[in-house]
């Protein structure tokens, strides 16, 4: 038989086997298909790029066929709250896979794809998860989607910028220049194609009644981006998926979805198998407990972070945990980016199968969880401490107050026009830190060379300024959080006393961070991290806390606050005070 044929036979053979086994056993078919592929991968190391070839297949037409469930159209009816949520949830997300990596001792490459594959949620999971346990017909499901439409726009910006970051192992200004450049081009195009050119063909040739040059005119788009967006240097998924949303502005969308789609499960199937054939199974029972305690951390994140961003854009409490419990689950695009990792050389086989096995560890929890979420919510409610409540209500009442005016421009008040500039300049000066703070520590010796500065001069010197920065930063937040709040009511101050002190807990941290990544290079004993990031969560909580005590005292010390409560603890009068 012709080499390759063999390798497809055994592939579709095995991959069959095994998903029967799985959906007998009501198990989710992705395991079954990654299990396929280690079971197979013994026999098919002689057709590994057939199978390569056709995997990538699959995740090219599953970025086609997710650009169509977007559109434009689409994009503007979900809403700046869920927009905003699902940009929030994932800032808060990516850091926690980057410490875990910085804590395993590897390098900031690797971390950077490490964070970003342990961010991303699996729509595919997520959905088929959704629709078995019948919770897609519930209230919070629509937001569940949004969230989801959300991450798979922004994990397709992220793969553009680590496919371009991969091939150079760092980051240097003329790079970052580079990539920028390439972006604006490949977005430009890709405006001019998915706004005025590729809706309008997609028409033209429809009116020919013919399925088949539909499909095909379509496919021969898809592909064609795809490579246009490999030339870059980008990921090819992100040209499918731009040609998915084009297409999905035409007014033939559901006629190529419904043929797209069965082909697009036979490749996605291939495409599962083959992160099974890279798994290397010598090191599986050595990851195993790393796998169950990332996969678990990764499931309770998730729920923290979507319960923060979307309980500061406004929504309730109960739909934010709800979304959180439903979002638990790693797939796809993660494996892409890891599979990028390997090809780039940023990932070791070692690390690619920590990803896959945390993957499978949250793809087993997630069904449980989804079954099990009206009792997550209430244990969440009954035993969440009172200050988290608090802060959590400070969030909300802040983010209510904020994005009520936020659909309305022009009859918005200077003071949250002024709120939400600072929030985003202050978000780019973060951001600026840190890229500054990589690109010091990548060339501290050229500047040391350069400068004639001893090395603990430089570092000093550098340390005070970016500390100095920050606070200055700090002060702007703080500064226009106060003018915000310009009611004098109690509510209104004790939020405002909540988030002032919310705002220095996370500056504290961010503090710590940088300041321990910049002196990282003098520092041999790698633990330090590890200990860093206890230093920073004992910092938070100390914070936090003594907010709780300036409320508490100030209640304490005003006996008419609470006339018609007396008989409740401080804490217990300011949650029902909150809640009013």
Request: with cysteine; aromatic share 10%; net charge positive.
């Amino acid at each position: 038989m012709t080499v390759g044929y063999t390798g497809i036979a055994i592939l579709f053979a095995v991959a069959a086997v095994v998903s029967i086994l799985f959906k007998k056993l009501r198990q989710p078919l992705i395991l079954g298909y990654i299990i396929a592929g280690v079971l197979a991968a013994p026999f098919l190391s002689a057709d590994s790029n057939i199978i390569s070839l056709i995997s990538d297949l699959g995740i090219t037409l599953l970025a086609f066929t997710m650009g169509m469930e977007l559109s434009l159209r689409g994009l503007r009816e979900l809403g700046h709250r869920i927009i905003l949520a699902g940009i929030a949830e994932l800032a808060i997300m990516i850091p926690a896979g980057y410490m875990v990596a910085i804590v395993f001792g590897w390098s900031r490459m690797t971390a950077i794809f490490f964070a970003s594959a342990f961010a991303l949620t699996s729509t595919t999971i997520v959905m088929k998860t959704m629709r078995d346990s019948r919770e897609s017909l519930r209230s919070y499901s629509d937001i569940l989607i949004g969230l989801l439409v959300v991450e798979d726009l922004l994990t397709v910006v992220m793969l553009a910028v680590l496919s371009a970051l991969g091939t150079q192992k760092a980051i240097v200004p003329l790079q970052i220049a580079e990539l920028v450049a390439a972006l604006v081009l490949f977005a430009s195009v890709s405006l001019i194609l998915a706004i005025s050119i590729l809706p309008k063909a997609i028409n033209r040739i429809s009116d020919m009644g013919n399925d088949e040059i539909l499909m095909i005119v379509a496919l021969g788009f898809c592909f064609s981006l795809a490579l246009f967006a490999q030339e870059l240097g980008f990921s090819f998924v992100i040209g499918a998926f731009i040609v998915g949303v084009a297409v999905a502005e035409s007014d033939h969308k559901e006629r190529i979805q419904q043929k797209m789609t069965p082909i697009r499960d036979v490749f996605l199937a291939v495409f599962f198998v083959s992160i099974g054939t890279l798994i290397q199974t010598s090191f599986v029972l050595q990851l195993l407990p790393y796998a169950i305690a990332l996969g678990a951390l990764f499931v309770v994140w998730k729920l923290v972070s979507v319960a923060i961003g979307f309980t500061t854009m406004g929504f309730t409490s109960k739909n934010a945990i709800y979304v959180g419990i439903g979002a638990g689950a790693m797939g796809e695009f993660s494996f892409v980016i890891g599979r990028l990792g390997l090809q780039v050389g940023v990932f070791t086989g070692q690390i690619y199968t920590l990803i896959v096995l945390i993957s499978a560890v949250t793809i087993v929890i997630l069904p449980q969880a989804v079954r099990k979420n009206d009792s997550i919510y209430s244990f969440v409610q009954r035993k969440s401490p009172k200050g988290v409540r608090l802060y959590s209500m400070a969030i909300r009442r802040f983010g209510d107050q904020l994005m009520s005016q936020s659909g309305k421009p022009r009859r918005m008040k200077n003071s949250s026009k002024n709120m939400i500039l600072a929030l985003i300049l202050n978000v780019l000066v973060i951001a600026s830190i840190l890229i500054l703070t990589s690109l010091f520590v990548g060339n501290s010796n050229f500047l040391m060379t350069k400068l004639g500065i001893e090395y603990g001069l430089l570092y000093l010197g550098y340390t005070c300024a970016i500390i100095l920065l920050l606070y200055a930063s700090f002060n702007t937040v703080v500064a226009e959080k106060d003018r915000f709040f310009v009611e004098k009511d109690m509510k209104s101050d004790f939020t405002s006393r909540l988030l002032g002190r919310l705002t220095q807990a996370v500056y504290a941290a961010l503090g710590i961070f940088i300041v321990i990544s910049t002196l990282q290079p003098l520092m041999y004993y790698q633990p330090v991290i590890g200990y860093a990031a206890i230093a920073s969560i004992a910092v938070i909580a100390f914070v936090l806390w003594r907010g709780l005590e300036d409320i508490t005292l100030t209640i304490s010390n005003s006996p008419s606050a609470k006339t018609e409560v007396q008989s409740k603890s401080d804490t217990d009068f300011l949650l029902e005070f909150m809640k009013g």
